[in-house]
């Protein structure tokens, strides 16, 4: 059992039900309705869940079965299907233009694995699909409200701005918002948010 396993192995949502409130809003804003979507460090759900109650195919993926299983617990409750994958994002084999849009919410991973995870996005998007990720910044350190108290696995505006910068960006933003999602994301935050078009 990984780290992340005995952090969802508890009955409660430590992140809650509710979707990432910049989800909600990139989803609105690039009409994601009856796409093939796909979420990666998907946790426990909330996000996957919210996107297939929107009408699209949603595949999840985490490293977490226990967080898988209460992806599929979620989607049950919400009457709607999610496809899911144990995959290791480091490890990750990405099927070339196989999603319209592929959805990174607060997902941290060491640096290198973090470079071919975004290369992998990238292959894996539709032209014409969506790139859409809220992550936390290197700054976000002294906030100390969530996310890996390593800044090796925080995000700079300038990394991803550099590694889609051959992509149409719709949104892009870093700075400080309030996010209350659950037990381990309390307070004022300091994120990079990016909604970028394949062309």
């Not at 990405?94 to 999603?99: G, H, V």
């Not at 997902?107 to 969506?130: A, C, F, W």
Request: overall charge negative; hydrophobic content about 35%.
């Amino acid at each position: 059992m990984n780290a992340w396993d005995r952090r969802f192995s508890a009955e409660k949502y430590i992140y809650g039900t509710e979707p990432n409130e910049f989800l909600v809003y990139a989803q609105k804003k690039c009409q994601l309705r009856s796409m093939k979507v796909l979420t990666v460090a998907e946790g426990e759900g909330r996000n996957a869940v919210f996107l297939a109650r929107k009408g699209n195919e949603v595949e999840a993926w985490d490293y977490s079965a226990e967080g898988l299983s209460k992806v599929q617990r979620l989607a049950e409750q919400n009457r709607v299907e999610v496809k899911t994958g144990l995959v290791d994002l480091t490890q990750a084999e990405w099927k070339p233009e196989s999603a319209d849009a592929v959805i990174n919410i607060f997902g941290h991973i060491d640096p290198v694995g973090r470079t071919d995870m975004l290369e992998g996005i990238k292959s894996s998007v539709n032209p014409g699909g969506y790139f859409i990720s809220e992550v936390y910044s290197k700054h976000q350190l002294a906030y100390k409200t969530g996310g890996p108290p390593d800044i090796d696995y925080l995000y700079s505006a300038a990394e991803m701005l550099e590694e889609f910068s051959d992509w149409k960006l719709i949104h892009f933003f870093t700075g400080e918002v309030e996010r209350y999602e659950g037990k381990l994301h309390n307070g004022l935050s300091h994120v990079v948010q990016v909604i970028a078009q394949k062309k």
